[in-house]
């Protein structure tokens, strides 16, 4: 059967395949980057993160995003904690925050909510062993590392984030809108990594 998310998944797994073999996302799996440049990357991630967070909050009252309970997918507090570990290289602001930030749609704020939540629980957590083996951190609250710490199981927070995805009641016309919108977000994340690979 069918499902909304499944639908996001296979309608964004060409450009998601392509996003992985990025070499800015080869180059982060394989440690050979720079602090500093670990440390951009999170200043990015953490614009987007609040522009998203603050957009989610300011559209509370939209009938589809009500039934979205997303407060345990937050990563703006986490990685504000983690850039006290990290030096920066130069602000590069993502085309995407700028994008959240300007008044997005419902379709377009579920989009993020796939995009950047899955990508957290997913490719995050698996990158969170890596950077711990590539410079030496410790477990613990205070190596940098907050953004891929949950307080509940990230396995269980995946598989209720496609369930509260499956359960928002949206028309064709606007399921269709979410998906071009995952492939939009997908692309600009494509080129904030050629900015961050040029640093």
Not at 23 to 35: E, H, N, S, T
Not at 127 to 152: A, I, S
Not at 154 to 161: F, H, I, M, S, T
């Amino acid at each position: 059967m069918d499902t909304f998310s499944r639908n996001l998944r296979d309608h964004s797994a060409l450009i998601h395949a392509r996003i992985e073999e990025h070499p800015f996302v080869q180059a982060l799996f394989q440690g050979d980057i720079r602090r500093e440049v670990y440390g951009t990357y999170l200043l990015g991630l953490h614009e987007i993160a609040q522009a998203l967070e603050q957009a989610l909050l300011r559209s509370d009252r939209d009938p589809a995003l009500q039934q979205l309970h997303l407060e345990a997918y937050f990563r703006r507090e986490a990685i504000a904690q983690d850039l006290r570990h990290f030096p920066t290289a130069q602000p590069l602001r993502p085309a995407l925050a700028a994008y959240l930030n300007d008044e997005p749609d419902a379709a377009t704020l579920i989009a993020a909510v796939y995009v950047r939540y899955m990508a957290d629980l997913g490719g995050g957590l698996m990158l969170r062993p890596r950077l711990q083996e590539f410079w030496k951190l410790q477990e613990g609250p205070d190596q940098g590392l907050n953004l891929y710490r949950y307080d509940e199981d990230p396995n269980q927070l995946r598989r209720a984030l496609r369930e509260q995805l499956n359960q928002v009641n949206l028309s064709v016309h606007e399921e269709n809108a979410c998906m071009e919108q995952v492939l939009r977000i997908f692309q600009l994340h494509w080129e904030w990594f050629d900015q961050l690979w040029e640093l």
